[in-house]
């Protein structure tokens, strides 16, 4: 004679378990400082992997207090445990849509008197299932997001030891019939980008990289190491005069290599704007940039000598950084100087170049990327350089 085993029943999660042991972390956070079980609030944070993603949260204090229990075992299920046979694992976006929904049932629940789940039967879910065919006519997506919640307590039931449904809400007459209850997935429809349009494309990113790179680079370190304040500027000792001798020796350095000093330029925001040239005049804000000095050590305190300079090498038709572009293009240098104003825009076309060539050869989408420094930012500082005129 045989004895049949009693089914399992589930068990009781202390409250100090780690929600996110099975799941992998955000660099820069520890298990032990993550969200336990007994919190009223689970920060999903740690768990976005995507670093443009926002704070995210599971906010069980604003459930019905007749739920709390028995939601923080569904998602504790679901961010933690194995689903159930046929039931995927959700990601962390995907876990905080689903307690939008969950929260959505369990308030009908209260509304109704908050009976337990393991009392409601086929006719309960029914008014349930009516209510929410009714206010989710416009909206296919919503009915079936809320359906799938109302599901979820009766297929993780095994992992539920407070409360679960015992009915199956896919036996309600009409749940199998919708057209968008079982809706599979359906292909991408968007179009592949055609060839004569691709093929350009990633052959000059691939050119900008590899041939034009090591220029834009260079111009760039340039232009961000004029942002870069001197340790004696920093740390406010400035000593009397320096700044005017620093600038007599960018003076002298244009006037030995007969350099024409830069031109002033107005300055531009929008991408679409195009630069304006002011009438000829001496860019005495580069001149301070160049000397790390102050505008008005070049506008007015040396003016003259500035005067005297342009009489000498003249005025340039643009203000330029002097790294000199070396590679080639059909045989001849791909641009002669790059012009200051011009080098974030060089950057991001080179961003957007090693973007399109990843992105092509991966198939990775935009949120994948991981990108967390445009080029133009850098670690001297919190805020990006501004351009000044």
Known sequence: MT?????????????????????????????????????????????????????????????PAAYRQVAKEIFYAILALEPPPGEVTLGIVSARSRFSTVKYFLTWLESIGSPR?????????????RKLIK????????????RRALRTFFLFRHLLPTDHLVVDPAELEGWKDDPIAHRRARENTT???????????????????????????????????????SDIRRDGRLERGAGTKRLIAVLEDFRVNNRPLPRAVVDFRGEGRARVMK???????????????????????????????????GIDDDTYLSHQPSALLDGKPWMGKIPFLELPKLARLLHTACYIVIAYLSGMRDSENGAELHPMQHSAGSSKPRIHR
């Open 3 to 63: 004895t049949a085993l009693a089914p399992q029943q589930p068990q009781t999660v202390p409250l100090d378990t780690l929600v996110f042991a099975t799941r992998p972390l955000r660099e820069g956070w520890q298990l032990e400082n993550t969200a336990r079980f007994g919190d009223d609030e689970w920060d999903l944070s740690p768990a976005l992997l995507q670093k443009q993603q926002k704070t995210i949260k599971l906010a069980f204090h604003t459930l």
């Open 117 to 129: 789940m393991d009392s409601l039967d086929l006719e309960t879910l029914d008014r349930f299932h």
């Open 135 to 146: 206010e989710t006519t416009a909206g296919l997506t919503a009915r079936t997001s809320k």
């Open 191 to 229: 179009e592949r980008i055609p060839e004569p349009v691709l093929a350009p494309v990633v052959t000059w990113a691939l050119r900008l990289i590899d041939d034009f790179a090591e220029d834009i680079l260079a111009g760039r370190d340039e232009y961000l190491s004029l942002f870069r304040r």
């Open 279 to 313: 009438p000829v005049e001496v860019n005495f804000s580069h001149l301070a940039r160049l000397a790390d000095c102050g505008r008005d050590t070049a506008h007015r305190g040396l003016r003259h000598l500035v005067q005297e300079l342009v009489a000498e090498v």
